[in-house]
């Protein structure tokens, strides 16, 4: 009959937009072209309002494109109601599709009847397409129609039938590899679903009888046998209002899944050196203590570790070296441990070992030992032979570890013991431990309070010339001003201030004191040349903003920096001598001078004082008692000082006490001194009054 089969096409219309092109997007240019090419009218309707029309519909509504904006629905569609037979209703939006007439407000002001069908594709937001033709309208759609329709949507398109294939379209041939001839007539199963996923399928054909229809992530196989990850919206092939088959759109997500793997792994992974992070480390360490509770023979244990010298290499070569040597030290990790263990970076220079399967202490000693010695082995960084060192904590999992945190923070606190003995060693936590480190942490946590609160001070001890007592210059010391106005030795900080490299911070505000200083006692005492030295930590006197912070200390100052010493201990200077030469040449080259602290403490060759750029010798405290002794110990003082002066140094004997000291001293030729003898330390006003007032000893008998 006509009217049945003018009834019929925009139904299978509605039925290819609805089940073949889903989600149906009015901005998609693609899908606009296809639906302005139908000869129907096509609407979408989005929660009451008519957002899209195609080029049929606006003709008849009398809009341009460029000027379509969304309206109401009843603005257009007046009155619509259902096609059913029996009393007109308005559509019931619970169902999936149907019949519907309405009268359609031309541009022209006439109302003109139209019939066709609609389909639900959302219901929230409720979104709805609906197709149709004006009554009494001559012609039909051309048969082909729907084979042009098919053949432009992008996503493959698969039609079956009691599980055998009626159509596919040129997406389809070009994803799954297949032509139309190939897959004609074949078994669906065989043809693009892998065996694990045959009760999938029939699962997803029960959901689409169920709900009308369905859409899951999963994996087909193609012709060639590759696999790949696919969207599949699945909905029922309807003829004539019975269900015949499916129809299935498949979209390739491989490059989505590959995208969200990839940030899921980084999630959960280091970028720098591809080890899992704390994240990914708290959630083996809580499967492995769970593990632990079903099986009271397969304990898990903790190893942290620390690198004892990561920071001397990132300040003295770059963030790119520091970077080298992480990732170098995560391949020695991996190689370490069995299969089943695991190994993270928690973060900076940091890692954490999960040891699991072991039953007890001595299995976690063996694996313990044997990463040591690979921390022990030198690294080749950036063509440097560079000698790391890790300390290791070790902890074993025990009843009162509830939760991974805790085996950690045990493991962190015999990492801390083995650090405080020296560091390349590893220490297994015991109770006893827990309070040690605990209190050496306070003493970090007060040191970062005074340092907020700028609570320490520079004091000064005076250096003298022997032979008259008058004073040549300051060394600077720091003080600690506690919040009570008592005065503490800054020494048992300093220490943790090194280790956690808080002593750059300090050295640098130092630095700007000090040389204020400087320049406020040139001013008050013009006729004065007195001198202050400045001592630099071995972190410090490393790390690259060394000469910067100098310079730019003497610069904000305006003070003269040939009046400004910076003392380098011995062992500093022993630490790297080819580094430190070219540091103290930086330092030289910014005018200031250089004294070589502790000399004769560590037995440091005596070709550093020809080949490095030194100006003062501060000989170490205890040579200074030498001096009323006999034998070899005065001997090597005696040589000292002249090999001293015969470079061209000054040299100052610390730790002078007696005047017996500073007769045989200066009997030896010895210039400069500083010791309780000549003055205790003073505050900055002390400082002043007592250069003003002269010699504060005797002049030795010579």
């Known amino acids: 009959m006509p009217g049945k089969r003018t009834n019929l096409e925009p139904a299978r219309i509605v039925w290819e937009i609805d089940r073949l092109s889903l989600p149906l997007n009015s901005d998609s240019a693609e899908q606009r072209e296809i639906l302005d090419a139908l000869p129907v009218l096509v609407f979408l309707e989005r929660e009451g309002r008519i957002v899209f029309a195609n080029a049929e519909a606006r003709q008849m509504l009398g809009v341009a494109d460029r000027d379509w904006t969304p309206r109401p629905t009843e603005e257009i569609l007046w009155r619509l109601s259902s096609g059913t037979a029996g009393t007109?209703?308005?559509?019931?939006?619970?169902?999936?599709?149907?019949?519907?007439?309405?009268?359609?407000?031309?541009?022209?002001?006439?109302?003109?009847?139209?019939?066709?069908?609609?389909?639900?594709?959302?219901?929230?937001?409720?979104?709805?397409?609906?197709?149709?033709?004006s009554k009494g309208r001559s012609g039909v759609p051309?048969?082909?129609?729907?084979?042009?329709?098919?053949?432009?949507?992008?996503?493959?398109?698969?039609?079956?039938?009691?599980?055998?294939?009626?159509?596919?379209?040129?997406?389809?041939?070009?994803?799954?590899?297949?032509?139309?001839?190939?897959?004609?007539?074949?078994?669906?199963?065989?043809?693009?679903?892998?065996?694990?996923?045959?009760?999938?399928?029939?699962?997803?054909?029960?959901?689409?009888?169920?709900?009308?229809?369905a859409q899951i992530e999963t994996v087909r196989v193609s012709k060639s046998g590759c696999m790949m990850d696919v969207s599949i919206l699945a909905g029922p092939l309807l003829v004539e209002g019975a269900k015949e088959g499916y129809v299935l759109s498949f979209r390739d997500i491989s490059e989505r899944k590959q995208k969200e793997a990839r940030l899921q792994h980084d999630a959960l992974h280091d970028v720098l050196t591809g080890l899992p992070n704390r994240a990914l480390f708290l959630d083996r360490l809580t499967v492995a203590l769970n593990r632990r509770l079903r099986r009271r023979d397969q304990n898990c244990g903790v190893l942290f570790l620390d690198l004892d010298r990561f920071k001397d290499l990132n300040d003295t070569q770059g963030h790119a070296a520091g970077d080298a040597l992480l990732v170098a030290v995560s391949q020695r990790l991996r190689a370490a441990l069995r299969p089943q263990d695991s190994a993270?970076?928690?973060?900076?220079?940091?890692?954490?070992?999960?040891?699991?399967?072991?039953?007890?202490?001595?299995?976690?000693?063996?694996?313990?030992?044997r990463v040591s010695r690979e921390m022990e082995r030198p690294f080749e960084?950036?063509?440097?032979?560079?000698?790391?060192?890790?300390?290791?904590?070790?902890?074993?999992?025990?009843?009162?570890?509830?939760?991974?945190?805790?085996?950690?923070?045990?493991?962190?606190?015999?990492?801390?013991?083995?650090?405080?003995?020296?560091?390349?060693?590893?220490?297994?936590?015991?109770?006893?431990?827990?309070?040690?480190v605990t209190?050496?942490?306070?003493?970090?946590?007060?040191?970062?309070?005074?340092?907020?609160?700028?609570?320490f001070e520079l004091w000064y001890e005076p250096i003298c010339r022997l032979r008259d007592g008058k004073i040549e210059g300051f060394e600077t010391l720091l003080r600690w001003r506690r919040e009570d106005g008592s005065v503490a030795n800054f020494s048992d900080l300093l220490p943790v201030a090194e280790d956690t490299g808080l002593s750059i911070s300090i050295g640098r505000e130092l630095l700007e004191r000090a040389c204020r200083q400087l320049r406020n006692w040139t001013d008050e005492m013009p006729d004065r040349d007195l001198t202050i030295t400045v001592n630099v930590t071995q972190r410090q006197f490393y790390h690259l903003s060394m000469v910067p912070q100098l310079k730019a200390a003497l610069l904000e100052s305006g003070a003269d920096p040939s009046r400004l010493l910076i003392e380098v201990s011995e062992n500093t200077v022993n630490e790297n001598p080819d580094a430190a030469r070219a540091i103290l040449q930086h330092l030289v080259d910014c005018n200031v001078r250089i004294a070589l602290d502790d000399f004769g403490s560590y037995l440091?060759?005596?070709?550093?004082?020809?080949?490095?750029?030194?100006?003062?010798?501060?000989?170490?405290?205890?040579?200074?008692?030498?001096?009323?002794?006999?034998?070899?110990?005065?001997?090597?003082?005696?040589?000292?000082?002249?090999?001293?002066?015969?470079?061209?140094?000054?040299?100052?004997?610390?730790?002078?006490?007696?005047?017996?000291?500073?007769?045989?001293?200066?009997?030896?030729?010895?210039?400069?001194?500083?010791?309780?003898?000549?003055?205790?330390?003073?505050?900055?006003?002390e400082a002043i009054s007592h250069s003003i007032l002269g010699p504060s000893v005797s002049a030795p008998r010579v």
């Open 439 to 455: 209190s050496q942490r306070d003493l970090e946590r007060e040191l970062r309070e005074v340092l907020e609160k700028h609570q």
């Open 604 to 685: 440091a060759p005596m070709n550093h004082l020809v080949r490095l750029p030194i100006h003062v010798l501060k000989l170490a405290p205890w040579l200074a008692a030498a001096s009323n002794s006999t034998g070899s110990e005065l001997c090597l003082l005696e040589s000292l000082i002249r090999l001293g002066r015969s470079l061209g140094m000054q040299v100052v004997a610390q730790g002078v006490q007696t005047s017996g000291h500073l007769d045989a001293l200066c009997r030896m030729g010895c210039e400069l001194g500083q010791g309780d003898l000549f003055s205790g330390i003073m505050e900055p006003a």
């Open 381 to 436: 960084i950036h063509g440097l032979t560079f000698q790391a060192g890790a300390s290791i904590g070790v902890a074993m999992a025990g009843a009162d570890h509830t939760r991974p945190e805790l085996l950690i923070r045990d493991a962190d606190f015999a990492m801390y013991r083995a650090k405080q003995k020296g560091g390349g060693r590893y220490e297994i936590f015991d109770k006893h431990l827990e309070s040690d």
């Open 344 to 369: 993270a970076r928690l973060g900076g220079d940091e890692f954490a070992l999960l040891v699991e399967n072991i039953g007890q202490l001595s299995d976690l000693d063996i694996v313990a030992s």
């Open 142 to 213: 051309k048969l082909n129609l729907m084979e042009d329709v098919l053949s432009s949507v992008p996503e493959a398109l698969l039609i079956v039938h009691c599980n055998r294939v009626l159509y596919t379209n040129p997406a389809f041939t070009s994803m799954f590899g297949y032509a139309a001839d190939e897959a004609s007539e074949g078994d669906l199963w065989e043809l693009i679903v892998p065996e694990g996923c045959r009760h999938e399928h029939a699962m997803l054909e029960m959901a689409v009888d169920q709900n009308g229809f």
């Open 88 to 133: 007109q209703t308005l559509v019931d939006c619970s169902r999936r599709g149907g019949p519907f007439h309405a009268t359609l407000l031309a541009g022209n002001g006439q109302l003109l009847p139209v019939e066709g069908f609609r389909s639900i594709l959302n219901t929230e937001p409720l979104e709805v397409v609906l197709v149709a033709h």
